[in-house]
């Protein structure tokens, strides 16, 4: 037998000791976390000669003494036998109504939707993106793209809308030149 940190090697097997998976069982977690806590919670580890190789096992009055001072199970994501529905039902139940009805939102449920930005018709537009002015003149975006960049349509940049716009005069004078 010898000693390393929490962990004790011997070759030999004993009742009194249980593997990891009864030991988990007996505390109501999972094996992984027992693994990850047995440090935490101060238990003893002792390697034993497997069939397999080493097995982990516990002393059983190590493990009674913890899940007195523990008192409830501890559970690990959602307990057996119930759905993933159920879960998060009875997460939700304990949020306050103002959080459950933010995360409802989030998730989509609720339909209700953000107010739409105004509409105006096109034809009462100021000014035209050169997407709008395609769909009033039926010229191209392409075309309309190349004209301003030679210079037969004067376009600007406007902050605050991506791409150049047009004003409906200009885009009249233009169509004027090209029907000529």
């Known amino acids: 037998m010898w000693y390393k940190a929490n962990h004790v090697y011997t070759n030999s097997r004993t009742r009194e000791n249980n593997s990891e998976a009864e030991a988990a069982e007996l505390l109501g977690c999972s094996t992984r976390t027992l693994e990850r806590r047995s440090d935490e919670w101060g238990l003893t580890r002792l390697q034993v000669d497997g069939k397999h190789g080493l097995e ?12 007195e001072t523990l ?45 739409a930005k105004p509409s105006v018709p096109i034809t009462e537009k100021l000014i035209y993106t050169l997407a709008e002015a395609h769909a009033v003149s ?43």
């Open 71 to 115: 008192q409830t199970p501890i559970v690990v994501g959602r307990p057996r036998g119930t759905t993933q529905a159920a879960t998060e039902q009875t997460a939700l139940a304990r949020i306050t109504p103002q959080l459950a009805a933010l995360v409802e939102l989030i998730r989509g449920e609720t339909a209700t939707a953000a107010p």
């Open 56 to 67: 982990t096992h516990y002393n059983t009055d190590e493990l009674m003494k913890l899940k």
């Open 138 to 180: 039926g010229i191209s975006v392409e075309t309309l793209r190349a004209a301003a960049n030679a210079g037969e349509l004067k376009t600007k940049q406007v902050r605050g809308i991506r791409g150049r716009c047009v004003t409906p005069d200009n885009l009249r004078a233009y169509v004027k030149r090209l029907m000529k």
